[in-house]
């Protein structure tokens, strides 16, 4: 097997993504502090094409060099808007019509691996900070919450892995 080259992958320019159909998703980062972060989920919701990113709170915004270095200029691709207060993402996109959920581990979560998305539906997903998670007012707004199951002796995920986890099973089930 040879290796691809960055001539084999064929990429679309920014232009031309910019034009491409987004699958019905927006990824709400609730109080992120880490910048790299911010930057891995700018580069994970460019490669499965979501709406939106919206950049709450504490949530540094581009442009950023810490945030380019994993974004790899994926915060020029993907279209991001900031709110100072998470809640009114939350408040503006169910009058919008979107469902909305908080990746949490809270009662009565739904565990990922049983998650169903209607491709005619429009969805929000909401990470929270690396320490204390989705804000409990945030979470009281939801339509409810996804888990990740997890086995191992940890009981959460660096939350730019828990990104990657989360678009990908929504992008296989919206495109």
């Known amino acids: 097997?040879?290796?691809?080259?960055?001539?084999?992958?064929?990429?679309?320019?920014?232009?031309?993504?910019?034009?491409?159909?987004?699958?019905?998703?927006?990824?709400?980062?609730?109080?992120?502090?880490?910048?790299?972060?911010?930057?891995?989920?700018?580069?994970?919701?460019?490669?499965?094409?979501?709406?939106?990113?919206?950049?709450?709170?504490?949530?540094a915004v581009p442009p950023h060099v810490e945030i380019h270095k994993?974004?790899?200029?994926?915060?020029?691709?993907?279209?991001?808007?900031?709110?100072?207060?998470?809640?009114?993402?939350?408040?503006?996109?169910?009058?919008e019509g979107y469902i909305v959920y908080a990746v949490e581990q809270v009662i009565d979560s739904i565990d990922m691996r049983n998650i169903l998305l209607d491709k005619n539906k429009k969805y929000a997903v909401i990470l929270g900070n690396e320490v204390k998670g989705v804000q409990q007012k945030v979470v009281d707004k939801c339509d409810g919450c996804i888990e990740i199951p997890q086995f191992g002796t940890k009981h959460s995920l660096n939350v730019s892995v828990t990104a990657g986890l989360v678009i990908w099973d929504c992008f296989k089930q919206l495109c």
């Open 70 to 95: 994993t974004a790899l200029g994926a915060e020029n691709s993907v279209n991001w808007i900031y709110f100072s207060d998470t809640s009114e993402a939350v408040d503006k996109l169910h009058q």
């Open 1 to 59: 097997m040879k290796k691809k080259n960055v001539f084999d992958l064929n990429r679309i320019s920014q232009e031309e993504y910019k034009q491409e159909e987004k699958i019905p998703l927006i990824v709400i980062l609730d109080n992120l502090r880490s910048l790299n972060n911010i930057g891995s989920v700018f580069r994970t919701g460019d490669a499965f094409k979501i709406e939106s990113l919206y950049l709450c709170g504490i949530t």
